[in-house]
T-cell receptor
Framework: KQEVTQIPAALSVPEGENLVLNCSFT??????LQWFRQDPGKGLTSLLL?????REQTSGRLNASLDKSSGRSTLYIAASQPGDSATYLC??????????FGKGTKLTVNP | EPEVTQTPSHQVTQMGQEVILRCVPI?????FYWYRQILGQKVEFLVS????????KSEIFDDQFSVERPDGSNFTLKIRSTKLEDSAMYFC?????????????FGSGTRLTVV
């Protein structure tokens, strides 16, 4: 059974700092991994999707990596801004169609 | 950019009442899903729907829950007799897994409050 863990649960950084969010999963038979952003009381916005055959994906200031052998994914945010403040969720897809989510990292970027 | 649309955004219902949550998935997607998130907890899978039938469901999705695609555009989740513990944010999602690298698109959610 796939379990997804995200560390840390919360992170507070000053504006402009580069930061890394971590995601680990127990089953290396992962088909793809998707990072989402969730603002308070809102829906899930897809940020990046990494297929199992890929090692990383980039979009603007965001870079996500996937290491299946170690069961880890990281989301790197460069030059953080107050508008980046949100909860970041990672979710893995295995052999079935369902996504298994981590609990998220709540990021606060202070001006 | 295509969106998944959910209505209503917030629904308050009395315990024991039936509720129907509505979703309009992206038109060329083939898989449809419902997930829920109880306040402060993980997003949890409820059910997936493909080719007009349930393809997978979780332990949460018991006989009180049902899904339907009544026409070519809507996808609904019905809870027959709501309980206090059904209070959560319910998310609809759709995907097109036949296209490599195509992930899931989620709606903005329906906050269900059972009183």
């Amino acid at each position: 059974k796939q379990e997804v863990t995200q560390i840390p649960a919360a992170l507070s950084v000053p504006e402009g700092e580069n930061l890394v969010l971590n995601c680990s999963f127990t089953d290396s038979a992962i088909y793809n991994l998707q990072w989402f952003r969730q603002d308070p009381g809102k829906g899930l916005t897809s940020l990046l999707l990494i297929q199992s055959s890929q090692r990383e994906q980039t979009s603007g200031r965001l870079n996500a990596s996937l290491d299946k052998s170690s069961g880890r994914s990281t989301l790197y945010i460069a030059a953080s801004q107050p508008g980046d403040s949100a909860t970041y969720l990672c979710a893995g897809k295995g052999g079935s169609e369902k996504l298994v989510f981590g609990k998220g990292t709540k990021l606060t970027v202070n001006p | 950019e295509p969106e998944v649309t959910q209505t209503p955004s917030h629904q308050v219902t009395q315990m024991g009442q039936e509720v129907i949550l509505r979703c309009v998935p992206i038109s060329n997607h083939l898989y449809f899903y419902w997930y829920r998130q109880i306040l402060g907890q993980k997003v949890e899978f409820l059910v997936s729907f493909y080719n007009n039938e349930i393809s997978e469901k979780s332990e949460i999705f018991d006989d009180q829950f049902s899904v339907e695609r009544p026409d070519g555009s809507n996808f609904t989740l019905k809870i027959r007799s709501t309980k206090l513990e059904d209070s959560a944010m319910y998310f609809c999602a759709s995907s097109r897994p036949q296209v490599p690298g195509y992930g899931y698109t989620f709606g903005s959610g329906t906050r269900l409050t059972v009183v």
